[in-house]
C-alpha cells in the first residue's frame, strides 16, 4: 500500500512570536496496520510519535528508526516512511531560523537524518510527548506544543532573522529565483549567502531554488490551479525539465500528480493553502 486512504490531517498556524521560528503545528492520524508513505523534500521537522512505529528512508537510501520524539533535518528529496499502525503524530515545523536556534548545529550537516530527541533535549521531552498524548483535541495539543516550542527557544542562541526573511522573500518573490539577486538582497559574498543557506536551510542557494521551485509547481498541480498552470511550466526550461525536478523533489512526475493525486498529498496542499495569511508564503504557497 503506497497511500494512506484512511487518515485525519489537521493544521494550526503559530502564534504571532513564534511565527518566524515554528511554520506550522499539525496533527496527523491514520486507520492502518502497515504500510509505506511517500513525503516530499520538507523543511525540518520536530514530531512526538503518539502511535504506531515505524522509520524513515531518505532519499540517499539511508533508513532510520524513528524514536518516540525525533527531529528530522530538512529534506532535499522524497522520504519514504515505513509505518507500522495504527499511526498518529504530532508535528511542529521548524522554520530555518527556529533550527538555529534550537539546535546550534548546521542544518547541512543533518540534512536526510533523523535524531532522537531525547538525545538533544533530556528527558523532559517525553512529558511533553506524554501530555501530548493525553489533550483530546487539536487545539489542547497545539496549546502544549506551544509552551514546549517557547520553553526550548528560550534559553537557545539566536538566529540571524533577517538572513532568513530575506532568504524566504527571494525564494517566494519569484518562479524561478535568481542567485544573483540573493546576493545583491544581502548585501553578502556569494561565499557568505552559500555558507548560511546551508547552516540554516540545509542546502546551497541553488538547491534551494530548485526545491522550492518544484515544491510550488508541485502544489499548484494539485490543488489544480488553472489561473496559475502557465507560470508553471514558465520556470522551467521545457517539459521534460519541469518532470525531472518535480519527481526529483516529491517522488512523483507532475502528469501522475495533476491527474491522480494521492489523496494525502492533495489534502496537505489544500490544507497548506487555507493557512494563507496565517503563516508565510513559502509554507502556504508550497
Known sequence: MNDLSKFSLEFAPPPDDLQELVSTFYLFAADVEETKQTERADRAQLRFLLKGSGGYEFCDGVYMDAAPVIVI?????????????????FGIGLQPAGWGSLMGADAENHTNRLIDAVSIFGDGVMETHAAIDA?????????????????????AESSPIWF????DEW??????????????????SKRQVERMTKRFYGASPKLLARKYR???AASLLVRKDGEDGESVEDAFYDQSHLIREIKEFTGVTPGKMSKEPAALTKEVAERRKKLAGKVSKLISDT
Open 164 to 167: 532568513t526573511r530575506v532568504v
Open 73 to 89: 533535518g530538512p529534506t532535499t528529496g522524497p522520504t519514504i516512511g515505513h509505518v507500522q499502525g495504527p499511526l498518529e503524530i
Open 135 to 155: 489533550a483530546e483535541t487539536m487545539a489542547e495539543k497545539a496549546a502544549i506544543g506551544e509552551v514546549f516550542a517557547r520553553e526550548l527557544l528560550k534559553d
Open 214 to 216: 518544484a515544491l510550488r
Open 171 to 188: 525564494l517566494t518573490g519569484s518562479a524561478s529565483p535568481d542567485i544573483n539577486e540573493l546576493i545583491e538582497r544581502s548585501g553578502l
